[in-house]
């Protein structure tokens, strides 16, 4: 029972709620956490961490994601997407996809980002959208974020449809408010879906009503398929569980302080290291064999 699953959530339900769904699956006290918050409007990829593969998840949550929206011009929201109160902007000119283009070049790359008041950040030990709900003041900051692409599918007044890809921490509903700041028409999200978590994609999705039978868990393998390996024998392996640290017997290519997994003689996870000249450093060292995820 460790491994990963690509859930397909879908719209009107929180990221809780799906996995409280998955849950159901497996034997009581299984751990299980999903990587990254999806908001009840989004649908698509939810990347599921189930047993040890639980220690994984800030790998997947530091992944690149792509997301496919449409966006609303010409209203704006107190949620930033059409969930919250929307409210129509007077007096609009339609924006010219000359104009739009130039302001999403303002928005790409790394940038400073608004989160929506309404979020899962936490604000002082509560969650935002619980604060901004009850009509506190929300004091967030801007953070830094990448957003790599912007591609404009279609523009027909007011709905503008995009695909997004872009890191961590990325707000799709704060690039919709901020392009529609920035062409003085309003902006929110109407429909959003997330279409891939860095090797994830959509199309390995199973959806929260499945067949428990016919659900099979990814390796954890899958999560560290980027990074270097290195193969370590029974007796280097025994040592770093010890927290000793070794020479790596193996040798590598990437440069010092490169994350590097750890594999044993059969080629199964053992855990993950930081190398500091010729000694690894273990981050995450599982306790036994892993054979049982291949």
Same mark, same amino acid.
């Given at each position: 029972?460790?491994?990963?699953?690509? /859930?397909?959530?879908?719209?009107?339900?929180?990221?809780?709620?799906?996995?409280?769904?998955? *849950?159901?699956?497996?034997?009581?006290?299984? #751990?299980? @956490?999903?990587?990254?918050?999806?908001?009840?409007?989004?649908?698509?990829?939810?990347?599921?961490?189930?047993?040890?593969?639980?220690?994984?998840?800030?790998?997947? *949550?530091?992944?690149?994601?792509?997301?496919?929206? $449409?966006?609303?011009?010409?209203?704006?929201?107190?949620?930033?997407?059409?969930?919250?109160?929307?409210?129509?902007?007077?007096?609009?000119?339609?924006?010219?996809?000359?104009?739009?283009?130039?302001?999403?070049?303002?928005?790409?790359?790394?940038?400073?980002?608004?989160?929506?008041?309404?979020?899962?950040?936490?604000?002082?030990?509560? !969650?935002?959208?619980?604060?901004?709900?009850?009509?506190?003041?929300?004091?967030?900051?801007? !953070?830094?974020?990448?957003?790599?692409?912007?591609?404009?599918?279609?523009?027909?007044?007011?709905?503008?449809?995009?695909?997004?890809?872009?890191?961590?921490?990325?707000?799709?509903?704060?690039?919709? $408010?901020?392009?529609?700041?920035?062409?003085?028409?309003?902006?929110?999200?109407?429909?959003?879906?997330?279409?891939?978590? @860095?090797?994830?994609?959509?199309?390995?999705?199973?959806?929260?009503?499945?067949?428990?039978?016919?659900?099979?868990?990814?390796?954890?393998?899958?999560?560290?398929?980027?990074?270097?390996?290195? !193969?370590?024998?029974?007796?280097?392996? !025994?040592?770093?569980?010890?927290?000793?640290?070794?020479?790596?017997?193996?040798?590598?290519?990437?440069?010092?302080?490169?994350?590097?997994?750890?594999?044993?003689? #059969? @080629?199964?996870?053992?855990?993950?290291?930081?190398?500091?000249?010729?000694? /690894?450093?273990?981050?995450?060292?599982?306790?036994?064999?892993?054979?049982?995820?291949?």
């Amino acid at each position: 029972m460790n491994g990963l699953l690509v /859930i397909d959530k879908p719209g009107g339900m929180t990221s809780r709620d799906a996995v409280n769904c998955v *849950q159901k699956w497996f034997p009581k006290k299984t #751990k299980i @956490g999903h990587t990254g918050t999806l908001d009840p409007l989004a649908t698509g990829v939810l990347v599921v961490c189930i047993g040890l593969a639980t220690r994984l998840a800030d790998y997947v *949550q530091a992944m690149g994601k792509s997301y496919s929206s $449409r966006f609303r011009l010409g209203a704006s929201s107190t949620s930033d997407d059409a969930d919250g109160e929307v409210t129509e902007t007077p007096n609009v000119f339609a924006p010219t996809r000359d104009q739009i283009d130039a302001a999403f070049a303002t928005l790409t790359g790394s940038i400073e980002q608004m989160p929506p008041s309404v979020s899962a950040l936490k604000v002082g030990g509560r !969650r935002a959208h619980d604060l901004a709900r009850k009509g506190k003041d929300v004091p967030l900051v801007p !953070r830094t974020v990448r957003i790599d692409v912007i591609r404009v599918l279609d523009y027909a007044w007011p709905w503008l449809e995009v695909e997004v890809d872009c890191g961590k921490g990325t707000y799709i509903r704060s690039i919709a $408010r901020d392009l529609g700041t920035a062409l003085g028409c309003g902006g929110l999200v109407q429909t959003l879906r997330r279409t891939r978590v @860095g090797p994830f994609v959509a199309e390995q999705g199973v959806n929260v009503d499945a067949d428990p039978a016919s659900v099979k868990l990814l390796p954890m393998t899958t999560v560290l398929a980027g990074m270097e390996q290195i !193969r370590l024998s029974a007796d280097e392996i !025994r040592r770093l569980r010890q927290g000793q640290r070794i020479t790596a017997s193996g040798g590598r290519t990437t440069p010092d302080g490169s994350e590097i997994a750890l594999l044993d003689e #059969k @080629g199964e996870l053992v855990g993950t290291c930081v190398v500091q000249g010729e000694q /690894i450093v273990t981050q995450i060292m599982f306790a036994a064999s892993l054979s049982t995820i291949a």
